[in-house]
């Protein structure tokens, strides 16, 4: 990746923007995006739920984001001795479409992972459809190891109809 792009936490004012973006570069027939859950997952970011990081453009045009929050609902996957420890969830990650495969969302992946440790959160996941080579290798690359998959037609219209669940432990 040669051209340089600057990293920043996201603001309430950055949720519009966001917004546009998401719906601009995410479609395709792997991600699920309604239109009511992603505004109300980007709205937590206002409310302080929800983090991200944003990458821009000297030109300060967005160019990828990814959020990520505490979460409670991976407990059962968990390791025994890990089932009272915080857990993390990745939520959405997006990068513009001229520069997919280029390095930027893997950065913005392990700036999320950053993210959830300095919130003292080792136990990562983040979800991707079985077949969503792009996303498999991005998480690949940031050391997440599949978990399970499962059939989610409800969420997953395309191909195998599977979502697959990814694991990190951040720290040993």
């Known amino acids: 990746m040669s051209e340089h792009f600057a990293s920043a936490p996201a603001r309430a004012e950055d949720i519009p923007v966001m917004l546009a973006f ?30 991200a990081v944003l990458a821009r453009r000297e030109s300060g045009a967005l160019v990828g984001f990814v959020t990520f929050l505490a979460s409670s609902n991976f407990e059962r996957y968990q390791a025994p001795e890990r089932r009272d420890l915080p857990q993390g969830y990745v939520g959405e990650a997006v990068v513009h479409r001229e520069l997919a495969g280029r390095g930027l ?66 720290s040993s």
């Open 105 to 170: 969302g893997s950065r913005l992946l392990g700036e999320a992972v950053q993210g959830l440790q300095a919130l003292g959160i080792d136990d990562i996941y983040i979800e991707r459809h079985e077949e969503n080579a792009g996303s498999a290798g991005m998480m690949r690359k940031a050391g997440f190891v599949e978990v399970e998959t499962f059939a989610d037609p409800q969420r997953r219209a395309a191909g195998s109809r599977r979502t697959t669940l990814c694991y990190l432990r951040a």
């Open 22 to 51: 998401i719906f601009e570069h995410g479609p395709n027939p792997w991600n699920y995006l309604p239109q009511d859950a992603v505004l109300a997952h980007l709205q937590g970011i206002a409310e302080g739920s929800v983090r």
